[in-house]
């Protein structure tokens, strides 16, 4: 089942690398790409392309430091399954740094700085403005939406990874300078974007799609480990079924439901093409 999901993954993966400056020729996706989220997500990938992950490591050991949140990265990897010590852990490199020495002296070499002009990369981009923490993620996150989008309470805009006093203290701030028109409504407070057109001047150009990689990657992810775990086995299905059923609040949050109800046969192949589907999401459409 999962093997040509699997292959989707990697496929993925190499698109949103190679924009990012892995020395790759993938076409460059069209929608844009969380950082943190990728590489909190290439443990369950690497084993499956070997030339991909020695890549990635160059970037990480080489740019990363430029772009990362390692606080962010933290909170992500928190939500991801647990993996053996088996394969290359990507989250650890940057988060403990290489303990061997010689893994500076074995990266390729052959990454280069992003092109930070390609759509993909408003989080990127945003960061460079604003620097590397929630105020940038926030801000590439109100330029993603529509113009006719309504106001939005702290709980839509926060990007997965940053507390929510973090954003609340971001968001007042941007309505203190005037680029957010602070609503109070009881019980709830909400945002109103109201310089626009000003914040998405200075993002541009904006990607087709902005969507929520982190749980779409956590959803994925156990839907692989789960198959390496238990792939082989005729309890495969219930496992992948008891699985995804502990994570329907998760999935709730991206407006996804996975599809754990009817036979064992039925369930694997309907988890293969809702898994598949994360992969090609119709998110926040951005403006160009």
């Given at each position: 089942?999962?093997?040509?999901?699997?292959?989707?993954?990697?496929?993925?993966?190499?698109?949103?690398?190679?924009?990012?400056?892995?020395?790759?020729?993938?076409?460059?996706?069209?929608?844009?790409?969380?950082?943190?989220?990728?590489?909190?997500?290439?443990?369950?990938?690497?084993?499956?392309?070997?030339?991909?992950?020695?890549?990635?490591?160059?970037?990480?050991?080489?740019?990363?430091?430029?772009?990362?949140?390692?606080?962010?990265?933290?909170?992500?990897?928190?939500?991801?399954?647990?993996?053996?010590?088996?394969?290359?852990?990507?989250p650890k490199l940057l988060l403990?740094?290489?303990?061997?020495?010689?893994?500076?002296?074995?990266?390729?070499?052959?990454?280069?700085?992003?092109?930070?002009?390609?759509?993909?990369?408003?989080?990127?981009?945003?960061?460079?403005?604003?620097?590397?923490?929630?105020?940038?993620?926030?801000?590439?996150?109100?330029?993603?939406?529509?113009?006719?989008?309504?106001?939005?309470?702290?709980?839509?805009?926060?990007?997965?990874?940053?507390?929510?006093?973090?954003?609340?203290?971001?968001?007042?701030?941007?309505?203190?300078?005037?680029?957010?028109?602070?609503?109070?409504?009881s019980p709830a407070i909400s945002?109103?974007?109201?310089?626009?057109?000003?914040?998405?001047?200075?993002?541009?150009?904006?990607?087709?799609?902005?969507?929520?990689?982190?749980?779409?990657?956590?959803?994925?992810?156990?839907?692989?480990?789960?198959?390496?775990?238990?792939?082989?086995?005729?309890?495969?299905?219930?496992?992948?079924?008891?699985?995804?059923?502990?994570?329907?609040?998760?999935?709730?949050?991206?407006?996804?439901?996975?599809?754990?109800?009817?036979?064992?046969?039925?369930?694997?192949?309907?988890?293969?093409?809702?898994?598949?589907?994360?992969?090609?999401?119709?998110?926040?459409?951005?403006?160009?």
């Amino acid at each position: 089942m999962s093997e040509e999901l699997q292959k989707q993954v990697v496929e993925l993966a190499w698109r949103h690398w190679t924009a990012l400056g892995v020395a790759g020729v993938a076409p460059l996706p069209e929608h844009a790409i969380d950082l943190e989220a990728l590489i909190a997500f290439m443990p369950f990938v690497a084993a499956a392309d070997p030339r991909l992950a020695r890549e990635c490591v160059d970037w990480c050991v080489r740019i990363a430091p430029s772009f990362v949140s390692i606080s962010r990265l933290r909170q992500i990897v928190r939500l991801m399954p647990s993996r053996g010590e088996d394969g290359l852990d990507l989250p650890k490199l940057l988060l403990e740094g290489p303990k061997d020495p010689s893994v500076r002296a074995k990266v390729s070499g052959k990454s280069r700085m992003p092109r930070l002009e390609h759509p993909a990369l408003i989080q990127l981009r945003s960061r460079y403005i604003f620097g590397v923490g929630a105020r940038a993620d926030v801000i590439s996150v109100l330029a993603t939406r529509s113009r006719g989008a309504e106001a939005a309470r702290i709980s839509s805009l926060r990007s997965v990874g940053y507390t929510k006093p973090a954003v609340a203290t971001v968001m007042g701030e941007l309505a203190a300078a005037g680029v957010l028109e602070k609503l109070v409504t009881s019980p709830a407070i909400s945002y109103k974007l109201i310089k626009g057109t000003s914040l998405r001047a200075l993002l541009a150009p904006l990607p087709r799609q902005a969507p929520s990689w982190p749980e779409r990657f956590v959803l994925i992810a156990n839907v692989l480990e789960t198959w390496r775990r238990f792939g082989l086995r005729a309890s495969y299905p219930i496992e992948l079924a008891k699985v995804l059923d502990k994570l329907r609040p998760l999935a709730a949050t991206i407006e996804e439901r996975p599809p754990i109800v009817g036979r064992p046969s039925v369930i694997v192949d309907q988890v293969t093409r809702w898994a598949a589907a994360l992969l090609a999401p119709k998110g926040r459409a951005g403006l160009r």
